[in-house]
């Protein structure tokens, strides 16, 4: 006997589903009447798939007592149950294509009625954009069919069923299904309507689907378009005196598309019934040569993964934040997206075409959770699931055809290898010839048209570039592409830079994409933004997805930055004494047209002078050498420096004039450092010792006041509150240093005072610093000397016992009173920077308030450290530094912010903590990818470093 109900079966059904139409191209039809019906429908959540029947899906059903939810959107963030994250372990028993008997489903009836100007004949369609992960259908009582594939389209023929007024559109939405197996995605479980639901006319005669085929012949300058239709009609592009018909070719003169330069030719396809806008992009995708070029060049993806964010909606966006996202990364030098790990929304790709990014287009397939049982019963290598890879294949191809921006198709992430894999790119192939095809996990490249990665580390990836790395014969002759790297967790990525140096160098090596985009964390009062676990998850992978380049509320994070730094498409290089600098062009396809360059000189950070630059309108790869003016009259002692910078000279789509887009600082000079001449010498007294304008505890030889600043706690320092990267992961396999750290003890310092001395000129404590338990230490020498209004501090530390870590950081730590609230420093700035982060740390003059210098990483960490710092003042206190040093303050200490898991634990206390570091350890990527380059580890080795303090006399 069975104890399961048939209705329910296609819960669990591998099948895709059934009565929805055939897939094809999504579009705004610029005649045909549409209905939205997002906005509020009824709600009730019941806690299996039959715990209540299907009645509601009846006309006349009294729905007004249940609760209401917006649509688009998911239940979970409106108050109905509770999201879940995991990376990749499925939140319920692997037993495909089962699922749980607990399987929240959530009923949904909205009610409508025509408006008056809708037509009486023709039919209709409804189309949902996406739900998650299965639904059925019922328009006015009449059942019409079940899907799944959440994050694509669906589309149901419902003419035969409207009614004027009065219909009633139930929809029941279930949280598992057979479909959540292929959806394991690293991120949010988040079921319901979360895309748009559009009633749409459909006139006789009107267009069905089409393909758009727009090439472009580098050679000639011709494009040549052909459109194809399953509705006879015409094709017209004004611009392009185009007026032909459908299926039939023409070749004209044009301008391509590239994602620098996305020219879009607005046109019309006409059928009897219909007039649908095409915005056509004309543009030739090829592999060539072992590389992935367009319209007959090599392109160098300057990329990032997005997934699809909102802190409050999940991933139910607006138009609005989609043009944010694309707007963002425009003005951040990103050139590429990966749908990381979907189709997106539909507007967003004509976002992409309109502002020009390359799209990797990625399937709704990932099936990692099998992993953990070395991929057996993996659902793509096993022909039960076919029809639902290649369902969900059609459905993105389908859909998006017609998309210039869209120039590689990914079959999906992460889902092992297996036959569906490879019937999906059949699929693709005979249907669309014109895009290339991409998917990691195939290590031999049997289905795809380039070797692509994620996080391999810079020697890898550099042994791939010069074609060292092995692997069977087709891979070899294949471009290469880091689909991930640099993972955007917390502080970082680091070494960043590196990798760009490395796809610059190798043509084979064609790029990559951050991971990620965005961090997801959701808007919560109890914390600020909560990540996996604050929802009483049962499994769940904490903070692993707050890994982005941007914070949950888009505000970028130093990591964006850094990256816009590191991919800026002109590259400006010199001689800061010769007075010359060389500036080449490193936009695929772009000239230097639109850019305006400037110069400027600064005198020990301030500018004096600026001015225009003249620079060539280079082409692609060129370059050219340009001289400076005559520097203004020398600085007498001070440092001074050119910046050069390149700028939008005119307002474009994406940004206004003036917009920056390189920059480069040239040394001219450096500056002469305050000399101490010692002067004055310690004076002992019964509390105190005063040398200069300081007092020191007589017993301890601790600093007390500098003139009328009050100093508590100033001694070495080399903790720091572990980044993500500096925890790493599990599985990556270099040394994971923020558990050897604490392993260590290095949290746990203890301070010996092993003499407190004074002598004629100076004053020293020599203390010994060391973590309980062990025998390494770290003799420690603090000399005093002063010349009547200033002090000098002379730190020398050398290691003792075998270390073999390198320190998180090395340098002094010091309390001042809570009003210390301003900062003004000559250094790096205006942002944070690490070893292996500060590409775009500007030296310049900067202030800030204590609180503002706070980099507010979801989980709090290490952050905020301002570079090459000359020197800085807060508090009443300046301070000098000899050699230059890291500058952090915050209201609380290195141990608070290393015990807060979110930014709402971290209270100011009555001190602001300043940190002064010698150095600081690089900052890598190991949180899925390489730690620290040797050459930005801080190793423990005898460092001595001075600090020039004085008080401020304003
Ligand atoms: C890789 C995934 O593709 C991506 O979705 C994300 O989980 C990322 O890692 C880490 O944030 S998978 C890699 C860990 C093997």
């Not at 809708?118 to 009582?141: H, I, K, M, Q």
């Not at 032909?244 to 330069?261: D, H, Y």
């Not at 990797?360 to 039960?384: K, S």
């Not at 870590?805 to 609230?821: C, E, F, Q």
Request: with cysteine.
């Amino acid at each position: 006997m069975s104890f399961r109900t048939t209705a329910t079966d296609y819960v669990e059904d591998v099948s895709p589903g059934s009565g929805a139409l055939p897939p094809r191209a999504w579009y705004a039809s610029s005649d045909a009447t549409s209905l939205s019906l997002n906005g509020s429908w009824r709600f009730r959540l019941s806690a299996t798939v039959d715990a209540e029947d299907d009645s509601f899906a009846a006309e006349g059903y009294d729905a007004g007592d249940w609760a209401q939810v917006s649509v688009p959107g998911h239940w979970v963030l409106q108050g109905h149950g509770s999201p879940i994250y995991t990376n990749h372990l499925y939140p319920f028993p692997v037993d495909p294509p089962r699922v749980p008997t607990e399987n929240p489903t959530g009923d949904h009836v909205r009610t409508f009625d025509l408006p008056s100007e809708w037509p009486s004949d023709g039919g209709a369609v409804l189309r949902f954009d996406g739900v998650e992960s299965c639904a059925r259908v019922w328009l006015n009582g009449t059942d019409i069919g079940e899907f799944k594939g959440s994050r694509l389209p669906h589309e149901f023929a419902v003419g035969h069923l409207l009614k004027p007024s009065g219909n009633v559109l139930a929809v029941r939405v279930h949280q598992w299904s057979a479909g959540s197996y292929l959806e394991d995605q690293d991120q949010w479980w988040l079921p319901g309507i979360f895309r748009d639901v559009t009633l749409l006319h459909r006139p006789a005669g009107s267009a069905l689907d089409f393909f758009v085929h727009a090439s472009y012949d580098h050679l000639a300058g011709e494009g040549t378009l052909r459109v194809d239709s399953d509705v006879d009609g015409r094709v017209l592009v004004p611009a392009l005196d185009i007026d032909v018909a459908t299926g039939e070719p023409v070749t004209v003169p044009v301008r391509p598309w590239t994602a620098e330069t996305p020219r879009l030719y607005d046109g019309e396809l006409v059928t009897e019934g219909e007039r649908v806008p095409l915005r056509i992009g004309f543009r030739t995708v090829a592999l060539e040569d072992g590389l992935i070029k367009v319209n007959g060049r090599a392109i160098l993806f300057k990329g990032v993964n997005r997934h699809e964010w909102h802190p409050e909606k999940g991933r139910a966006l607006d138009l609005e934040t989609m043009r944010e996202d694309v707007l963002l990364m425009k003005r951040h030098n990103i050139n590429a997206v990966r749908t990381s790990h979907y189709p997106p929304h539909p507007a967003f790709l004509d976002l992409c075409d309109e502002y020009g990014l390359w799209v990797i287009d990625e399937c709704d397939l990932e099936t990692h959770g099998f992993t953990e049982q070395a991929w057996r019963d993996n659902p793509v290598d096993d022909d039960r699931w076919t029809p639902a890879l290649l369902d969900r294949t059609a459905r993105m191809v389908e859909r998006d055809k017609n998309h210039p921006s869209v120039v590689i198709w990914s079959l999906g992430n992460e889902a092992g290898t297996g036959r569906g894999l490879t019937a999906m790119a059949e699929w693709i192939r005979g249907r669309d010839t014109s895009r290339l095809i991409h998917y990691e996990g195939d290590i031999d490249c049997r289905d795809t048209d380039m070797y692509s990665r994620m996080y391999a580390d810079h020697a890898e990836v550099e042994s791939i570039g010069r074609g060292l790395d092995g692997g069977g014969l087709k891979r070899r002759e294949l471009p290469f592409i880091l689909c991930e790297f640099g993972h955007a967790m917390g502080n970082g990525p680091g070494g960043i830079a590196d990798y760009q140096h490395l796809f610059e160098s190798y043509d084979r090596v064609q790029g990559g994409f951050i991971w990620e985009w965005i961090d997801h964390g959701i808007k919560d009062e109890r914390y600020t933004f909560a990540y996996g676990g604050d929802f009483g998850e049962e499994l769940h992978d904490g903070n692993f997805v707050c890994d982005g380049l941007v914070f949950p509320d888009r505000t970028p994070s130093p990591g964006l930055v850094e990256y816009k730094k590191v991919i800026e498409p002109v590259r400006i290089e010199g001689d800061g004494p010769a007075g010359t600098v060389r500036v080449r062009n490193a936009y695929d396809f772009a000239d230097l047209s639109e850019l305006a360059f400037e110069w400027s000189y600064q005198v020990d950070g301030e500018t004096v002078e600026a001015g225009a630059l003249s620079v060539p309108a280079l082409a692609p790869g060129e370059s050219a050498e340009v001289k400076l003016p005559t520097p203004p009259a020398d600085g007498r002692g001070a440092e001074t420096q050119w910046t050069v910078r390149a700028v939008l000279a005119a307002d474009t789509a994406w940004g206004p004039r003036g917009h920056q887009i390189a920059w480069v600082q040239l040394p001219v000079i450096d500056g002469v450092l305050t000399r101490v001449v010692r002067s004055d010498g310690p004076v002992p007294g019964e509390q105190v010792i005063t040398l200069g304008p300081a007092a020191f505890d007589a017993r301890t030889g601790a600093l007390r006041t500098i003139g009328g600043v009050d100093v508590t706690g100033l001694r070495l320092d080399v903790w720091r509150a572990p980044t993500d990267n500096d925890n790493g992961a599990p599985w990556q396999p270099d040394a994971r240093y923020g558990l050897l750290w604490r392993k260590l003890g290095l949290h746990r310092m203890q301070h010996r005072l092993d003499a407190v001395e004074l002598g004629d000129d100076a004053l020293t404590v020599r203390t010994r610093v060391a973590p309980a338990a062990w025998e390494v230490g770290l003799r420690t020498v603090y000399r005093w000397t002063s010349d009547g209004t200033r002090l000098r501090l002379t730190v020398s530390v050398s290691p003792e016992g075998d270390w073999t870590l390198p320190l998180p950081r090395l340098g002094i730590r010091l309390g001042l009173a809570s009003s210390a609230d301003r900062v003004k420093w000559f250094g790096g700035g205006p942002g944070e920077g690490y070893p292996d982060t500060k590409s775009a740390s500007m030296v310049g003059r900067w202030e800030s308030t204590v609180d503002e210098l706070q980099t507010p990483y979801v989980r709090p960490q290490e952050n905020g450290a301002r570079a090459d710092v000359r020197w800085a003042e807060i508090g009443g206190l300046r301070v000098e530094g000899d050699p230059s040093f890291w500058f952090t303050a915050r209201r609380w200490t290195t141990e608070q912010l290393d015990a807060a898991e979110h930014l709402t634990d971290l209270a100011p206390g009555n001190t602001v903590w300043v940190n002064l570091d010698h150095g600081q350890q690089g900052i890598g990527s190991q949180s899925c990818g390489p730690g620290a380059l040797p050459q930005y580890q801080l190793r423990a080795s005898h460092a001595e470093f001075s600090f020039v303090l004085s008080e401020i006399h304003d």
